[in-house]
Every structure is written in structure tokens, then in C-alpha cells.
């Protein structure tokens, strides 16, 4: 029997009275994404893409090798095609790797996605990586891999890029599953980040000219009142006191 007092354990921010938060494990991220990869419409990636791009263009640009870390249904392959010499993609789950291999076979310079560990077997090394819509859902052993894992795919001086929700409020998207007697986020997110902390993490993990900054890619409110009643809704979605939505940070490797 264990010696440890559950009461005594730390408490996830989504744990409410008795109900606890779902423990993610790999086989139930797998099952969650799997589902979720027939709505391509969930997928932030997929809602942003012809924005998110663009605006992170600059530090994308004229790159010769660029991974979509993290690749989802391959969204972003098409944009990403557009600013960079070659295009790859990885992700953790098998069903993904499929999909962005069909939906992109035709991009010319697109030259396939697979799992980490295949890109890392094939010495596949990048120049520039994007990772969108990642790092919320690690927890604090997948996080420490998943950083390992991209140092190890970057080029000397090479440039990552990371996009997450600003400040979340992990607790608004929380749901209850009457099966498993849990509570667990929407989305499957796990942690909440701001400029301070993401910035601070990629210094901690060695990253020099390291920039965090907060940022908005919904598609610009029109003028007049009903542009104004969306900006008020939005702001209460994000929280008034939590500014822009979206996190964005970047850091270059030595």
C-alpha cells in the first residue's frame, strides 16, 4: 500500500469539489485525436491558417528546411509551402501522419510527415520549426522530451516557433465524463502559459534572442456596433483581464 496521502497531492487547475482531472495517458491521447481528426473544423490549425502563416512569415521565410511540429491534419502545409524551400511534418499520432500525407501529396515541395522518432532515425534536421497549438497540451515529462526532441531536429542556429493560447483559463473549457467520473479540458490542454512563463522556459532550455509577445489572428472585427459586440464577446471568452488570445514565442538554438 502507498504511504502518499492523496489529499496531500498537488491539484490540477481543473479538479473541482470531488472530481478529479483526467490523467492523460498516451493511449487516451491518441483515442481523443483520433476522433477528433473526422472535424477538421476543430482544429486550430485548421481555423487559422490563412492568417497564422503570414503573420509568422518573417521569421519563416527563406528557410530551406521547415517542420510543422506537431502537424495535426496538415493545415498549415499548403501556407507553410508558400515560405520555405522544403516542408515536412510530424506528429505523435499515426492517424494524423496519414492524413497529412494525403491532404498534401500534391504541394510540390512538400516532402512527407511521419512520427518523431522517424524523423530522428532518418536524421532529419531543420532549419526552421513551427509548433502550433503544442505546448498546452504537454504534460511535465512529455514537455521535457518534446523540447529535447526538437533541440535535436534543429539546425545551429536554427529558429523554433511556438503558438499557444495566452493566459488560458483552463477551468472555462472544462468538462465532466459521466464514464469515467473525471473532468477534463475540451481540448485536451493541460497547462496555461503567458509571455513570462514560455519565454523564461525556452531560456532555461538554452534558446538565445528568445521573444515572447502576445498577438490576435482572428480575422479583423468590422466597424459599427456589430463590430463592437464581438469584440466585447471575445474578450469575455479570453477573459477582460487576460489581453490579446494568443501566445506566441521563438528562440534559436546555438
Not at 496521502?5 to 485525436?33: I, N, Q
Not at 483520433?34 to 490563412?50: V, W
Not at 465532466?176 to 503567458?194: A, G, L, T
Request: hydrophobic content about 35%; charged content about 25%.
Amino acid at each position: 500500500m502507498s504511504d502518499k496521502d492523496p489529499t496531500k497531492e498537488p491539484r490540477s487547475p481543473l479538479d473541482v469539489g470531488r472530481y478529479r482531472a483526467l490523467a492523460w495517458t498516451d493511449e487516451h491521447v491518441r483515442r481523443f485525436w483520433e476522433y477528433e481528426s473526422q472535424f477538421p473544423e476543430n482544429y486550430f490549425s485548421y481555423g487559422y491558417r490563412d492568417r497564422l502563416v503570414p503573420r509568422l512569415h518573417g521569421m519563416l521565410t527563406g528557410k530551406k528546411k521547415v517542420l510543422d511540429f506537431g502537424c495535426g491534419g496538415g493545415f498549415l502545409i499548403p501556407a507553410l509551402s508558400r515560405v520555405a524551400g522544403e516542408v515536412y511534418g510530424v506528429d505523435f499520432s499515426p492517424k494524423s501522419v496519414e492524413l497529412t500525407n494525403q491532404r498534401s501529396a500534391s504541394i510540390a515541395n512538400f516532402r512527407g510527415a511521419c512520427s518523431p522518432t522517424e524523423a530522428l532515425e532518418q536524421g532529419l534536421k531543420f532549419d526552421g520549426i513551427l509548433a502550433v497549438e503544442v505546448i498546452e497540451h504537454l504534460s511535465d515529462e512529455q514537455l521535457a522530451g518534446t523540447l529535447d526532441l526538437i533541440k535535436r531536429m534543429l539546425e545551429p542556429g536554427g529558429v523554433v516557433v511556438f503558438t499557444t493560447p495566452n493566459d488560458e483559463d483552463l477551468t472555462a473549457s472544462r468538462l465532466y465524463c459521466p464514464e469515467c467520473d473525471h473532468v477534463f479540458h475540451r481540448w485536451q490542454h493541460v497547462r496555461s502559459w503567458n509571455a513570462q512563463t514560455l519565454g523564461a522556459l525556452l531560456k532555461e532550455q538554452g534558446f538565445r534572442n528568445v521573444k515572447a509577445w502576445t498577438t490576435d489572428f482572428s480575422p479583423p472585427v468590422g466597424l459599427g456596433a456589430w463590430g463592437q459586440v464581438r469584440r466585447v464577446f471575445r474578450a469575455i471568452g479570453n477573459g477582460a483581464d487576460r489581453g490579446l488570445p494568443h501566445l506566441v514565442a521563438a528562440g534559436q538554438l546555438p
